[in-house]
């Protein structure tokens, strides 16, 4: 009976004292939804098309992002402005086809298509994961400046 009692008396202050340990500690999970953590530099996510700084269109339909697509996840239509300026008419992008490779990215000679980090776009209908060119142009006026480091931050003159 003794060793039990004894037993107890050394197992609740090794317990209360692991308790109060991990208590103070720096927790190791993060409130998520709330506290989103940081992706990795390399990480890509959800497309976006970018603008110019005067808020045109950096895609001028020329269908490489399209024709280096592995899983063939995109759709575009072209047409000119008044101007004679090409634009993407139509620019769908399915998600669920998608593989993420960045080819489309590195394919695009305008810089208007990248691959961004968000993460957070599920749904419950498969047809809200073909985007289109407005779930994917960057909203203009731009509420913060582009991450993008573009080469060229004005469009080439008659070029297409």
Known sequence: MWKALKQVFVAIPIGLFTTLKNFI??????????????????????H???RYEDGTE????????????????????????????????VYEINEIRCIFCGYCEEACPEEAIFL??????AADD???FIYTKDDLLVPWPRKKPSEVEFKRKTRRPDVY
């Open 25 to 46: 500690r720096k927790p190791v999970t993060i409130a998520y939804p709330k506290v989103k953590p940081p992706m990795y530099p390399r990480y890509r996510g959800l």
């Open 48 to 50: 976006f098309l970018e």
């Open 58 to 89: 950096r895609c001028v339909c020329c269908g490489l992002c399209a024709a280096n697509c592995p899983a063939d996840a995109i759709y575009m239509e072209g047409a000119e402005t008044e101007k004679g300026e090409r634009y993407a008419k």
């Open 116 to 121: 961004g980090k968000e993460y957070e776009f």
């Open 126 to 128: 498969r047809d809200k």
